[in-house]
């Protein structure tokens, strides 16, 4: 089943949290000269425009990214990100919000090598389009979960992983737990970013995926998260994580900083919080 369209929720609380991570990451490896490899197991389209009706209908940007957009003097630390954002909207608008494909092909360097996996046959054509063409980038249409393990371990020794599916499915929270741990096995040196929702819900299975993953062989594991609201405000998403394997130095501080701001900026009512919390720290 390929219900989930990301263009519904493009630029939303939870696209922030995971595209500052993940600029914050990809800065980081850009900081030695070795090449590594970007794997993005649940890639998107690549690009949204904030001013289409499936944007316009759920809001979701308006109390996302429109907000954060007209504070961003407050946050230094995530120029880069920000400068994504600006090199798409040349113009005082913003009409297009970058995914993390887009943002990933923005700031590699010509020596690296980008692998994207996206399943839904419109969002992978989409995705096609939206990218510069580059002998760099391996468009696949395939399970994310399923190419990732064939792609493990990778011929460049470093490299970073995002694993972002819509766990619409229930089964997907335990997809990342094993395959995160299968992965883990084959290449134990490569950087993983899970991202994940938190729902006020039954549906959310977050604390139980957590809880599996803080089990196993991990030897550094890194939890950020960010509520928007309280809990019992409604059903929907409140809030988001991201759970990140062998954290680049620094990452910890550097997400302890932008937190602060991000939350109060983004918050729709007085229970809005965030955490940065090592689940195994780094020995
Ligand atoms: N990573 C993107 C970003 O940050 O811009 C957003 C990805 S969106 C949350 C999840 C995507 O996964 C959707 O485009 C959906 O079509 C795709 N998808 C769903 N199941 C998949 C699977 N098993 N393998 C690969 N892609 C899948």
Known sequence: ML??????????HADILKHAALTLILNSLNQKPKPYCYIDTHAG??????????????GEASLGIHKLWSHRAQLPQLTTYFACIQGLN?????????????????????????VLTELHPDDKNLLKNNLRHSKQVTLVV????????????????RGLVLIDPPYELK?????????????????????????????????????????????????????????????????????????????????????ESILPPLTNILAQDEHASWTVEWLKAPT
């Open 3 to 12: 219900s989930y369209r990301h263009a519904f929720h493009a630029g939303n």
């Open 45 to 58: 389209a690549g690009l949204y425009r904030l001013d289409s009706e499936w944007s316009t209908k759920t």
């Open 90 to 114: 040349p113009n005082a608008t913003l009409s297009y919000y970058p995914g993390s494909p887009w943002i990933a092909q923005t700031l590699v360097r010509s020596t690296e090598q980008l």
């Open 142 to 157: 395939n399970d994310g979960f399923k190419e990732l393990l064939a792609r493990v371990p990778p011929l460049l020794k």
């Open 171 to 255: 089964q997907d929270y335990m997809l990342v737990t094993e395959t995160l741990a299968q992965a883990y096995k084959r290449w134990a040196t490569g950087i993983y970013a899970v991202w994940y929702p938190i729902l006020a819900s039954k549906r959310d299975h977050s604390d139980t995926m957590l809880r599996k993953i803080k089990q196993g062989a991990y030897s550094n594991l890194l939890k950020v998260e960010l509520h928007v609201k309280g809990a019992n405000s409604d059903f929907g998403m409140y809030g988001s994580g991201m759970l990140i394997v062998n954290a680049p130095w620094q990452l910890d501080t550097q997400l």
